[in-house]
Nanobody
Framework: QLQLVESGGGLVQPGGSLRLSCAAS????????IGWFRQAPGKEREGVSC????????YYADSVKGRFTISRDNAKNTVFLQMNSLKPEDTGVYYC?????????????????????WGQGTQVTVSS
């Protein structure tokens, strides 16, 4: 059974850092594009970052560019999201998702309907 499990969320002060993990079981992450999404209370889910399979292209929402870094460790079958300089507006539930699509340049990587498998989410709260 294909499963994604996120971890690493928590409460952090503004300016702090967290590293989220997305561990896969039942399939090999290397064959999938992995996206990170988040949903803040009362807001729609939005794409945060993506690591495309096949070409290794990474994508970031404008709001997190320069602060967040997505990476993958194929040996651990895990994708990471390093989040630095966190802001209160980064608060939300963070989800990882997988799709077999290759995200070419210009692709709508943040189109959540393209992703087939989703984790249960991990809460990130940025507050003083």
């Amino acid at each position: 059974q294909l499963q994604l499990v996120e971890s690493g969320g928590g409460l952090v002060q503004p300016g702090g850092s967290l590293r989220l993990s997305c561990a896969a079981s039942g399939f090999t992450l290397d064959y999938y594009t992995i996206g990170w999404f988040r949903q803040a209370p009362g807001k729609e889910r939005e794409g945060v970052s993506c690591f495309s399979r096949g070409n290794g292209i990474t994508y970031y929402a404008d709001s997190v560019k320069g602060r967040f870094t997505i990476s993958r460790d194929n040996a651990k079958n895990t994708v990471f999201l390093q989040m630095n300089s966190l802001k209160p507006e980064d608060t939300g539930v963070y989800y990882c998702a997988a799709t077999p699509r290759i995200m070419m340049v210009g692709a709508q990587w943040n189109r959540d309907s393209w992703y087939d498998y989703w984790g249960q989410g991990t809460q990130v709260t940025v507050s003083s």
